[in-house]
Structures are given as C-alpha cells and as structure tokens.
C-alpha cells in the first residue's frame, strides 16, 4: 500500500520535468500568467477588505474594549488567509481549464508521439464552454460529499476522525480534478473516471495527497495546476488507462 501512496506523489514530482520539455512549455506559459494575475488581484483585494473590516470594527469598540484589537487582528488574517486560499483555487481551476485539455495533450504526445485529438488553439475557444460546465461538474460533486463531512466534524466523537477524512477527501477532489484533462480528451464520461481512479486508489490518493501538499507551499502554489496537470498525464498513460 505504501509503495502504491510513493508511486502516486512520485507521478507530481515528474510533472515539474515534464512542463520544461520541448513542445509542452508554450502550454504553461499563459496558465502560469494567469495564475499569477489571479492571485495578485485576489491579494490586493484581501489586503484592502482587510484593512477596512479592521477599521470599521475597531471604531465601534469602545474605548474599555481597545485590547480586542490584538485578538481581532490575527483571526481576521486568518479569515483572509482562507478567502485567498480557496477563492484562488477555484478561479484558478475555472480559467485555467480550456488551457489544461491542450496541456494534457502535449504531455501525451511527448510520452507516446500520438495524443488522443489534434492540438490547436481553435479548438480551445470551441472546448472553452464544455471545460467551465465540466468545471461546475465538479463542484457540484464536491458540495455533495463535502456538506456530510461537514456535518460529521460537529458530531462527537465522529469529528475526532474528521481531519483525516478531509484530507483523503481532499487528495481524491484533487486527483479527479488534474487527472479529469487527460481522461476527458479520452472521451471518459466524468462516472468513467472516478471508476477508472478507484481502480487504483492507493496511487490515486498518493497522487492527491502530493498535490494537496504542493498546493499548501507558498510559491509552489503558483505553478501546482500545470505540474499536477502533466503529471497525471502520465500517471493515467502508465498506471491508470486500460490496455488496447
């Protein structure tokens, strides 16, 4: 089982050669600004909500109350923190999505000299659509499992188990996430792939779980979409995707 959790993490170690060879760069280049932009607008914005909320509480409290500062402050940062975290990622996944099907395809024909459909940046403007209503798919999918999980981490002594669920949860949203590129230019159904990825959990949750970890390193986090992208390419190519 362990040997099965490395060769998954291994597959997003991989990603960070594969998005430097000839061919696949041009296809991290406008993700990679992109993610960039996003994240600084989305900074820019949290430091100025932040710097407001902060004014306009203090000037309620009274006077006999100015020590709340000290404890309001770092939750408000903290508040901050997650806005930023989870609002980048889901811009993130929803603009970079048309990008990341031309991504897996470069990778695919870099590994094998074949992908599974012609490249072009035509068909990226016809598949934009189809990628963001793939996108919401997913959200949906994640609301329908994440709700219950929330409920269990109010629910003694479930909740004693649920930061080891999330995590797994978490590791599994982020497979089916990096590795739906690769398999949807397969034509799988979005049921096919979860079928395809549990076939092969163990490597699926190592997979997962390295991207989950990548995701929570500063500056790592700028460049984990396109990474993770290439690296379940080839992880679904050599691991995942069923013989001829």
């Not at 949290?46 to 309001?72: F, G």
């Not at 997979?207 to 929570?216: E, K, Q």
Request: proline residues 5%; aromatic residues 12%.
């Amino acid at each position: 089982m362990s040997a099965d959790l490395i060769i998954g993490a291994g597959y997003l170690l991989r990603g960070f050669r594969l998005i430097r060879q000839p061919g696949v760069r041009r296809y991290v280049a406008i993700p990679l600004l992109l993610n960039t932009l996003i994240f600084a607008v989305l900074t820019t914005y949290a430091a100025h909500w932040l710097q407001t909320l902060t004014a306009q509480l203090t000037s309620v409290l009274p006077d006999w109350l100015d020590w709340l500062q000290w404890l309001l402050w770092p939750l408000l940062v903290l508040v901050a923190l997650v806005v930023i975290y989870f609002g980048f990622s889901l811009l993130l996944n929803l603009v970079g999505a048309p990008f990341n099907g031309l991504l897996a395809e470069a990778v695919e024909m870099h590994l094998t000299g074949h992908a599974a459909s012609d490249q072009s940046w035509g068909r990226l403007l016809l598949d934009i659509v189809p990628a963001l209503l793939g996108e919401l798919r997913k959200i949906g999918y994640f609301l329908l499992w994440a709700l219950p999980l929330l409920l269990v981490s109010f629910i003694p002594p479930l909740n004693l188990a649920a930061p080891l669920l999330w995590m797994v949860f978490g590791a599994w949203m982020l497979c089916l996430q990096y590795t739906d590129y690769v398999m949807g230019n397969h034509r799988l159904s979005f049921r096919e792939q979860r079928r395809t990825l549990a076939r092969q959990w163990r490597v699926s949750l190592g997979f997962g779980g390295a991207a989950l970890l990548a995701t929570l390193i500063p500056g790592v986090n700028l460049i984990v979409m396109p990474v993770a992208v290439a690296g379940a390419t080839a992880m679904y190519l050599e691991r995942l995707a069923r013989p001829a």
